[in-house]
């Protein structure tokens, strides 16, 4: 009895994270306007009666689907600037991880959430309270390494800015021509060049496992 009883729960938990991973392919290619119950349903091949098993409604998962994207990429670009660094160029490659990792930070996703916050007036106030949470970070670890309260500003704005603009204008450079690059962008951000040891620790972390390319810097 104990073991039917989590089996059907562990079965009713990946039914709602179907739900979820459904929901979030249909906002990726076709907006939030394509994230209906009766379009997931037939793609899951679940039943539109088992959605309300999970959530109250197409709301409460819209809501799931905005603290994944907060979860994946805010959190995470927040705990990258902060992680323990000998000086502001492997301080500068730790953030660079998350343009590198899809696991750390989904560009598709955040592109997805910034064209859906055109039309949402809470959603808009939500996407900038986490700009200004990244771009803080960023700020946090440029003071934390010696530049002054100004340096710090523009520069972490200079960080967060570029990399909006350059998933939002849907770049598909080659893995190969974006990790080239990483040692100018870092140069640019920082005013200082990532030592050879740097680097070669970064594209060991990149290599090694090469996640699927996505339209980050």
Not at 69 to 79: A, E, I, Q, S, Y
Not at 151 to 174: H, K, L, N, P
């Amino acid at each position: 009895m104990e073991y039917h009883s989590m089996k059907m729960q562990t079965e009713h938990e990946q039914s709602a994270d179907l739900w979820l991973n459904t929901a979030y392919e249909v906002l990726l290619e076709g907006g939030v306007d394509a994230v209906k119950i009766m379009e997931l349903a037939k793609r899951s091949g679940l039943t539109r009666t088992g959605f309300y098993w999970h959530f109250k409604d197409l709301n409460a998962l819209h809501q799931a689907l905005i603290t994944r994207w907060r979860h994946t990429n805010t959190k995470n670009l927040v705990k990258r600037a902060g992680a323990p660094a000998n000086n502001i160029t492997e301080a500068m490659l730790q953030v660079f991880d998350c343009w590198f990792d899809q696991r750390l930070f989904d560009a598709a996703l955040d592109l997805a959430i910034r064209n859906w916050a055109r039309k949402d007036a809470a959603l808009k106030k939500t996407l900038a309270s986490a700009d200004k949470k990244r771009c803080n970070a960023i700020k946090t670890m440029f003071l934390h390494h010696g530049y002054n309260e100004q340096q710090a500003e523009v520069r972490s704005m200079t960080v967060v800015y570029t990399q909006i603009g350059y998933f939002s204008m849907a770049q598909t450079d080659s893995f190969e021509k974006r990790i080239a690059r990483v040692p100018q962008y870092v140069e640019v951000f920082t005013g200082q060049m990532p030592s050879k040891l740097e680097l070669e620790q970064f594209h060991l972390r990149h290599t090694r496992h090469r996640p699927p390319q996505q339209p980050n810097t």
